[in-house]
């Protein structure tokens, strides 16, 4: 899987060639920017295309891994095979294998960030991610534990345990056992030191993720302060995610939106505004399809961040299937397939067979598009590495 890219740039693309409601606005201060925006609404169809575009759902893409991770915003991977999964349903011949050789080469890492959840990313982006969310996960993490430790405790109990990993990565009920610390202690610590999951878990082949390892000793991790990190973010979401409100890159970050005000001020970024009058931030060449974009039966695994509450402006789930998707049984949500951009139905892959049930009764086409795709992805799983 390293084939080479065919989608644009969205980084380094010119501003050149965009209508004049889309025009670019590079304003310095953001406490009058919803005020000053005049561009053009998008409707809640053009957000889901444009969503759709961006996550590689419309077309799977011919990228090398870590080029896809990072133009998706990272892939959510406390269940170690929605990461395969993730990647199957949007990139073109993908294969088990290919993931665990990247996870092997560190061109990609699994380690707590956006939210405090696992993320698949690539290794270049690691530092910078970690870098944009520690402070607010840091300030995040001291509130709860509501006097159990401060800073500076955590701070020294963190030197232990890169004294104890010099040597190598090590098991995470091993670590609690020598560091002798309250679990909720062990659950703060990779923020006063950065922390991966190391290979073979986090794996199809070994799916718990306890086997922790130094970032600094595993992939290079060069200085990257904080602002900068939060550039990184804001981009990586609207890439991946937008055109998008403050409040949902901070939805998704974890990072509060007075924190990301600054950076949106500076950053050169073209803007709408949604159905409901909220300014909109996106990257100048991020792809925005037309709303009747034709969309691909696609299959969604655990925790696809699509799904996040931050995106219900896109309506990719219907808010009247939501309950189906995310309860107090299920808050981790569960396997789901797409038909024309939406959530119609939940999958699940039981007795060597995927087991596919739409919510409401599919037309023939679609149940029979639906029923090829489910295939190939009983496939998927049943190949060899």
Do not use: C
Request: hydrophobic share 40%; aromatic share 6%.
């Amino acid at each position: 899987m390293e084939g080479r890219v065919a989608a644009p740039d969205l980084d380094s693309a010119p501003v050149s060639g965009w209508p004049s409601s889309e025009i670019p606005i590079d304003h310095r201060d953001s406490r009058r920017l919803s005020s000053r925006v005049t561009a053009r609404t998008l409707s809640q169809r053009e957000r889901n295309r444009a969503l759709l575009a961006r996550q590689l759902l419309l077309e799977p893409a011919d990228l090398p891994i870590p080029r896809a991770v990072e133009r998706i915003g990272g892939l959510q991977a406390q269940y170690a095979p929605s990461a395969y999964v993730g990647l199957w349903t949007r990139m073109k011949a993908f294969r088990r294998s290919a993931l665990t050789a990247a996870l092997e080469r560190r061109s990609v890492v699994q380690g707590t960030l956006m939210r405090s959840t696992i993320h698949l990313v690539s290794a270049r982006e690691y530092p910078a991610l970690a870098a944009g969310v520690r402070a607010a996960r840091r300030g995040s993490w001291l509130r709860s534990a509501r006097g159990a430790a401060d800073e500076r405790t955590m701070a020294g109990t963190a030197e232990r345990l890169r004294d104890l990993l010099a040597d190598g990565a090590l098991p995470r009920r091993e670590l609690v056992r020598l560091l002798d610390v309250d679990p909720s202690i062990w659950n703060g610590l990779g923020l006063w030191v950065d922390l991966v999951r190391v290979p073979p878990s986090g794996t199809w082949e070994r799916r718990s993720a306890d086997l922790y390892g130094l970032a600094d000793a595993w992939i290079d991790m060069p200085e990257v302060d904080e602002a900068e990190g939060i550039e990184l973010l804001i981009r990586r979401y609207l890439g991946g995610f937008g055109p998008s409100t403050t409040k949902e890159i901070a939805g998704w970050s974890g990072v509060p939106a007075t924190s990301l005000e600054g950076s949106l001020a500076r950053m050169r970024l073209r803007r709408f505004r949604n159905e409901g009058g909220e300014v909109l931030h996106d990257l100048q060449r991020a792809p925005l399809p037309d709303g009747d974009t034709p969309a691909p039966i696609r299959f969604l695994p655990t925790w696809d961040a699509t799904l996040l509450i931050n995106e219900r402006g896109t309506q990719i789930l219907p808010e009247h299937h939501r309950p189906r998707v995310f309860n107090t049984k299920t808050p981790h949500s569960v396997p789901t397939f797409l038909v024309d951009g939406q959530v119609a139905g939940t999958w699940r892959f039981e007795g060597g067979r995927v087991w596919v049930e739409p919510f409401d009764r599919l037309p023939r086409t679609a149940r029979v598009v639906l029923d090829d795709e489910a295939e190939r992805l009983r496939a998927f799983h049943e190949e060899d590495g």
